[in-house]
């Protein structure tokens, strides 16, 4: 199917409860970036839709799926990743059209890391172990035996942001159904196209009723239903440090266990002996993949005195270089922002930017076209204490910052309320090792922007979150440690 011929044709837009599809009382309008028009319309979840989806996940976690072993889990995982895999194509232009990129990026990014996470975690499914821990004994009276197992959370409300919407979909999906919990999903209301597909295929796999719902739905409602929801046990958020806040809690009133992936304004540090080639297009690309609307987005670019104005220079080009346009025309290199409001918001950072004196190298504006283009913007001379420095735009803007010393560097990297990544250019290997000890981000890249990986613990430090997701981190986030004593 192209869905560029038609659209239309294929979209999912329902609620996907019980394992069941419905249409919902209520619509709402999913728009389409790269033109600004309706793309469909699309089941909005309301309260009474949301507790159905919680009960069903309740009773699926209660029948059948509490009874299937882990083996059983790690088949159907693999089932799942084999039919993404399958639909890799469709899933990445459905990515394009509803978030506005361009099509390669989800084929190269988004799609692979889909199936890459599921793959993973059907790894995990089986191998989910205690311990035995000796110990002293009952009251000096008799020996004990005891033992720990990992058990599921329970049912788990995933919310999704609307920037990678699979992918974020697959990273807490992944290790929850590995671990033996049940799910009810939250897309945002932006792009819930492609998780609404993956309904489709959780479908096909054969996963029992129930143990994945879906409700796409607007985050005031929908959203804060599934938080406020007494039969929730845990809250998987990926999104703003705003709605993370609201949502802790919210969550307190039912200590629901809650991890918080959040916003950045990671560093990109290029020291004195960097690869300044590899720096520059690593750098770029940091900033302006996925129209600079990534949590991680390298936004803060510290460079050492001596490559200054290369960088800068360079740096420029690139924004200029950018093609913005069709996210499914072939020299289309950046897509459109989500919407109007991400669009004013980024606008307003720019004009902020230069009222605060930092000097605009390129970009600075928005392009005369239909659609919520933003150009790719960089600013020199940037004061780390002015606001392009120190908030999160969520669009393609840099601001490039010089410094004289390591320590310095690390300073500045330091100096910001978010710690989610940072990256460092550099060829010496112990230099590499002392700064990435030092600055305080959940993720650390050394010569190269975004190495992400299943197989690797995913979340920020201060402002950009509270726990991770994946790897094992994601299995031990995802399950609740029993101790059982027997004694003897
Ligand atoms: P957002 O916080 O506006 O929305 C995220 C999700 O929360 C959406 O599904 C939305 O409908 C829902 N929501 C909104 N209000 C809610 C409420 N009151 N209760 C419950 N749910 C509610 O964020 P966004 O604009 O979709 O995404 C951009 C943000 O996400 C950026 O700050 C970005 O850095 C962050 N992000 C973080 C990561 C990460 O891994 N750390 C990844 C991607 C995006």
Request: aromatic share 6%.
């Amino acid at each position: 199917m192209t869905l560029t011929a038609d659209p239309r044709a294929g979209f999912t837009t329902g609620l996907f409860i019980d394992g069941a599809w419905s249409e919902g009382a209520e619509t709402f309008d999913d728009l389409n970036p790269a033109t600004g028009e309706v793309l469909v319309k699309v089941a909005n979840a309301s309260p009474e839709d949301v507790d159905r989806a919680v009960r069903a996940a309740r009773a699926a976690l209660d029948g059948v799926w509490g009874e299937t072993p882990g083996v059983g889990r790690a088949v159907l995982l693999n089932r799942l990743a084999d039919l993404v895999e399958r639909d890799a194509q469709q899933l990445a232009r459905l990515e394009a059209l509803d978030v506005g990129k361009p099509v390669g990026q989800p084929g190269l990014l988004d799609v692979p890391n889909t199936v890459a996470t599921f793959r993973h975690f059907a790894g995990w499914a089986d191998k989910i172990q205690g311990s035995t821990i000796p110990t002293a004994g009952y009251l000096g009276m008799a020996k004990t035996h005891s033992y720990t197992v990992r058990e599921p959370v329970g049912v788990i409300g995933a919310i999704v942001p609307w920037n990678t919407p699979l992918m974020i979909a697959a990273w807490k999906l992944g290790p929850a159904l590995a671990a033996g919990n049940t799910v009810v999903v939250k897309p945002a209301e932006d792009a819930p196209l492609s998780i609404l597909h993956l309904g489709r295929l959780i479908e096909e796999a054969g996963f029992p009723a129930g143990v994945v719902n879906i409700v796409p739905g607007l985050g005031g409602i929908a959203g804060a239903a599934l938080v406020a929801h007494p039969d929730v046990d845990k809250i998987s958020f990926t999104g703003s440090p705003e709605v993370g806040r609201q949502i802790q809690k919210s969550a307190a009133d039912t200590f629901k266990r809650v991890t918080l992936e959040l916003g950045g304004k990671s560093p990109q540090i290029v020291c004195e002996d960097a690869d300044l080639d590899a720096a520059i297009q690593g750098i770029a690309m940091g900033l302006f993949f996925n129209q600079g609307e990534v949590c991680a987005a390298g936004t803060r670019i510290l460079v050492h005195r001596s490559h200054y104005e290369t960088v800068v220079n360079a740096l420029a080009e690139a924004a200029e270089a950018q093609v913005l346009g069709d996210p499914f025309a072939e020299s289309t290199t950046m897509g459109a922002l989500i919407n109007e409001g991400q669009r004013k918001r980024v606008l307003e950072y720019i004009e902020k930017g230069k009222a605060e004196g930092a000097r605009v190298v390129a970009g600075g504006g928005k392009p005369d076209q239909p659609g919520f283009f933003v150009r790719p913007t960089i600013f020199a001379d940037v004061d780390n204490g002015s606001t392009i420095a120190r908030e999160e735009i969520f669009g393609p803007v840099g601001a490039v910052i010089p410094f004289d010393t390591v320590e310095e560097a690390i300073a500045i990297a330091n100096d910001t309320e978010y710690g989610l990544a940072a990256t460092i250019w550099t060829r010496d290997v112990s230099l590499a090792h002392s700064l990435a000890s030092k600055v305080r981000a959940g993720a650390v890249w050394v010569n190269g922007w975004a190495a992400l990986d299943p197989a690797l613990p995913w979340g920020g430090m201060k402002t950009s979150g509270i726990g991770r997701e994946l790897g094992w981190s994601g299995i031990l986030a995802n399950t609740e440690e029993k101790v059982v004593t027997i004694v003897l």
